[in-house]
């Protein structure tokens, strides 16, 4: 397992965008890295993924065009870009990794389960 620590969470109005940070002690380069959110009595869910090499993302239908998911290895760090924020996106973000998602396929973030997870940070989008 890497710690995870996520920073960038705040209260923003509709429309505006928010950049969420996690960072690591260790090296990230053997991990897939994902964002899930959960919103209030619903269950957590993937948003964006990211494969090892950066080759591959993932983006939830909602957050298509919207967000953007990113890595620099040099800093063992993965970001969210999340721009025109809805109020449905209000929820706690937690970020995730994995080692074994393909690099090819993204997408498959959590299908073997996530091997380290991060506490969490809360966004708030009013209007």
């Known amino acids: 397992q890497v710690p995870l620590v996520e920073s960038g969470g705040g209260m923003v109005r509709t429309g505006g965008s928010l950049r969420l940070s996690c960072v690591s002690t260790r090296y990230l380069n053997s991990y897939a890295m994902g964002w899930y959110r959960q919103a209030a009595g619903k269950e957590r869910d993937l948003v964006a993924a990211i494969s090892r090499s950066g080759g591959s993302t993932y983006y939830q239908d909602s957050v298509k065009g919207r967000f953007t998911i990113s890595r620099d290895d040099e800093l063992n760090t993965v970001y969210l870009q999340m721009n025109m924020l809805k109020s449905e996106d209000t929820a706690d973000y937690y970020c995730?990794?994995?080692?074994?998602?393909?690099?090819?396929?993204?997408?498959?973030?959590?299908?073997?389960?996530?091997?380290?997870w991060g506490k969490g940070t809360r966004v708030t989008v009013s209007s």
């Open positions: 995730a990794a994995d080692p074994r998602v393909p690099d090819t396929d993204a997408s498959r973030m959590g299908y073997y389960g996530v091997d380290s």
